[in-house]
């Protein structure tokens, strides 16, 4: 299992996001900046790269900088495959 954890501060719900790569599934933890605490989970799975559901959420959750900066780092940590659009 590979993870990481982003400080992002103001710029977000939270404050920091957990992000857990264990084969296909992502999971992604809201943790609160003052309590270090979880205060959301939400899973995924490498499908989500492709449809975009995971770079939606982030987005949601903080700005399109830090959503693309986590893309970025999950991107080069799965093996996903391309199924047309954008990329």
Avoid: P
């Amino acid at each position: 299992m590979t993870q990481k954890t982003f400080n992002i501060g103001e710029s977000s719900y939270y404050g920091r996001w957990q992000v857990k790569i264990d084969g296909e599934k992502i999971t992604v933890n809201g943790i609160d900046w003052d309590t270090r605490k979880i205060e959301r989970t939400d899973k995924f799975t490498t499908d989500d790269i492709d449809n975009f559901n995971l770079e939606r959420h982030l987005t949601e959750m903080s700005t399109c900088y830090y959503a693309g900066q986590i893309m970025e780092w999950v991107k080069s940590k799965v093996n996903w495959k391309q199924k047309g659009g954008f990329w």
